[in-house]
């Protein structure tokens, strides 16, 4: 899926319309294997109040820091 097909879905979905906020800005996709791809894992930092953006997503099984996300896609 391209970033624009995600946004569509996302903003067609009635559980999630409401909670989407449109940025022109969205990070590279992480993919190791676009093929093998599970979740998709979406997240905002409240504490961000400098506006910071990040230039591509992330492994999330890389850090200890996202342990507890991790372990709720494993379940």
Known sequence: ?????IIAVIRATD???G???HV???PELYYENISNV?????G???SNEQGKTFEKAFDIGNS???DSVLQALLL
Not at 1 to 5: C, G, I, L, P, R
Not at 38 to 42: E, G, P, R, S
């Open 44 to 46: 905002c930092d409240p």
């Open 15 to 17: 559980k999630y319309k």
């Open 19 to 21: 909670l989407y906020r």
């Open 64 to 66: 200890n820091r996202f």
């Open 1 to 5: 899926m391209t970033k624009d097909e």
């Open 38 to 42: 599970k979740a998709i894992v979406l």
């Open 24 to 26: 022109e800005h969205l």
